[in-house]
């Protein structure tokens, strides 16, 4: 909602339709709501958005160029596939980045940022014993990037949602071995060590426990899922 000027009038919102559409799907590729392979429509998706085809066109052209979408021939565009081999390396551009940017938010957080990182990291343990794995994934991107975006530079965030464009959908694939009970998930989820070590401001061990958190990950989708072999 819109801010309150000093008039007492609604602050018009200035921000342009497109770029509310970009974002939109940019938070639903990172948070895993779409899936590995999904066929997106221009005119499907600016129904359900209550827009005109244009801005939603224009936001599947900036996500081409990211490699967050891929062209169909009948001019829709498809969450992408990957090998096996190309998740491993977006991994390891993770475990730099994230890493990193968990070091350096940890000298920079404060009593509010700290306070939203609880709750957040609350909420993501909450998220896996209810369940749903949409969740999980929602409180998971919530949590990490109420983090990364504490680190100061605004490079390495814009690095790392590029990244995570690319894999989140993929990371629906964590639910897979849990179908029965998600909390078994938390056994490979260290966000609690990331924030107790965040409270004792050591960087250093705030690194290492992101790091563990995205390779374990990493690990457990890799022994699950039977990636496709796609040519280069």
């Keep these: ?17 497109h770029e509310k559409v970009y974002l939109e799907l940019v938070r639903a590729l990172m948070s895993g709501q779409l899936q590995p392979g999904q066929k997106l429509t221009s ?19 900036r996500l081409q160029a990211l490699r967050a979408l891929s062209p169909m021939p009948n001019g829709s565009v498809e969450v992408p596939l990957i090998s096996a081999d190309r998740f491993q390396q977006l991994t390891a551009v993770r475990t730099v980045l994230e890493g ?8 920079r957080i404060n009593g509010n940022n700290l306070r939203a990182i609880r709750r957040h990291c609350a909420e993501l343990t909450e998220a896996a014993r209810d369940g749903g794995i949409e969740n999980y994934l929602r409180k998971n991107y919530d949590f990490k990037f109420s983090i990364y975006r504490r680190c100061g530079n605004e490079q390495m965030i814009f690095l790392i949602e590029t990244v995570w464009m690319q894999v989140g959908p993929f990371l629906r694939n964590l639910h897979i071995g849990f179908e029965d009970d998600l909390a078994g998930i938390l056994r490979i989820d260290y966000h609690e060590e990331v924030v107790a070590a965040i409270e004792a401001g050591d960087g250093e061990r705030a690194r290492a426990a992101i790091v563990r958190d995205i390779a374990e990950g ?13 040519r280069r």
Excluded: N
């Design 1 to 17: 909602m819109a801010d309150k000027t000093r008039f007492g009038l609604t602050a018009l919102d200035t921000v342009p339709l």
């Design 100 to 107: 990193t940017a968990t070091e350096l938010a940890t000298k």
């Design 43 to 61: 005119r499907k998706l600016a129904k359900e958005l209550g827009t005109s085809d244009m801005p939603v066109r224009s936001a599947f052209m």
């Design 218 to 230: 990493a690990s457990h989708i890799l022994g699950q899922v039977k990636f496709p072999e796609l």
